[in-house]
């Protein structure tokens, strides 16, 4: 906060709050938030929810309820904080309910506000040994759901029984999913394809994209084959992403911007001749928040730092055809970037 001149900094039930505080409160209409200034820190929390909180933290709370309202409350919090002027720099949880932000900008009406990218997010991107474990656990787990997926691929079968599979996996690892895309056909040519009745018959492609959350953190990965014989061109364009991953991940180490990291990879693309078919990001940070810092984009002048997590996924989509992505997870080490998975991003086809 001295860094970056910063006086208070304003969560709501987010990433950000479990990450700082190890507290994850119900979130709904009830205002519940997290302030720290250099000199405080304190919760305001609705009577409904404190006990239960409680049981997690023994820092202040401001308690209000249903009948008398937050803004007293929301006042003594403030107050409390002991703000160095009527201007002061606040950071807003970019995560949180536009009417909680709203509310304590309507208490501080000349304060100067950002969100959390130069402070949270900057802390949050390096993950630490423990983190680390976690994920690493997490994408483990998610590769024998993965495998177990493509071993059951069998015609007949439809999108939602292959989704069930990779989920009944997770259930049986004591673990929840965090989302899952199964895609056959032309739908794998839809990037955020919505998992559906579609059925796999033969010599069709076949997109997975799926991960779960263990110990609080999840996984993220995406591997592709063709169900019967490999149609040339599709094994062609294959080809042609995993050099994109390689050459993404070779290009993947500290001191170097999140944009060098996306231009490797596009260039591949761009030069094999489908730059146009490659319409996203080549990655996203990956840590308590399934998307949060860094982000691997084109613009990005990020700094990547060693213990930084993302995922580089590169995709070629062709309209009512097929479409491709590769994804792994990776974590910077000193001189190189760790692929967290362990299953080889090319599946048998």
């Known amino acids: 906060m001295d860094e970056t001149n910063t006086d208070l900094v304003v969560l709501g039930p987010s990433g950000h709050m479990t990450w700082l505080s190890g507290l994850d409160p119900h979130g709904d209409e009830r205002t519940v938030m997290l302030m720290i200034s250099k000199d405080y820190a304190g919760l305001i929390i609705p009577a409904l929810n404190a006990d239960a909180a409680r049981q997690h933290t023994d820092m202040p709370f401001h308690v209000w309820n249903d009948e008398e309202g937050p803004e007293a409350a929301l006042c003594a919090l403030i107050d409390k ?83 069930n599979i990779i989920h009944a996996v997770y259930k049986a690892e004591n673990t929840t999913p965090e989302f899952t895309i199964v895609a056959f056909g032309a739908n794998s040519a839809l990037p955020h394809h919505h998992t559906g009745p579609t059925i796999l018959t033969d010599n069709m492609p076949v997109l997975i994209d799926t991960g779960c959350r263990l110990q609080g953190y999840p996984s993220d990965m995406t591997r592709c084959t063709w169900f019967g014989t490999a149609d040339p061109e599709y094994l062609r364009i294959y080809g042609i992403l995993e050099q994109a991953v390689s050459a993404a991940v070779a290009a993947a180490k500290p001191g170097v911007l999140a944009k060098t990291v996306d231009q490797a990879a596009r260039t591949v693309i761009t030069n094999a001749g489908y730059g146009g078919n490659f319409p996203h990001r080549t990655g996203h940070g990956v840590g308590i928040n399934i998307h949060e810092l860094p982000y691997i984009t084109a613009t990005s002048n990020t700094v990547l730092q060693e213990g930084h997590v993302f995922s580089i996924e590169p995709g070629i989509y062709l309209e009512n055809t097929f479409g491709i992505r590769l994804e792994d997870v990776v974590i910077l080490r000193k001189d190189h970037a760790e692929i967290l998975s362990g299953l080889p991003i090319n599946m048998p086809q």
């Open 81 to 163: 904080c002991n703000l160095p002027d009527d201007t002061p720099n606040l950071v807003l949880d970019e995560c949180m309910r536009a009417d909680f932000a709203l509310s304590v900008l309507a208490v501080l009406p000349k304060a100067r506000h950002r969100f959390t990218d130069d402070t949270l997010g900057v802390l949050r991107a390096s993950k630490d040994a423990q983190e680390f474990m976690a994920l690493k656990a997490s994408a483990l787990l998610n590769d024998r759901a993965v495998v177990t997926a493509f071993d059951a691929l069998k015609p007949g079968i439809t999108e939602l029984d292959v989704q």
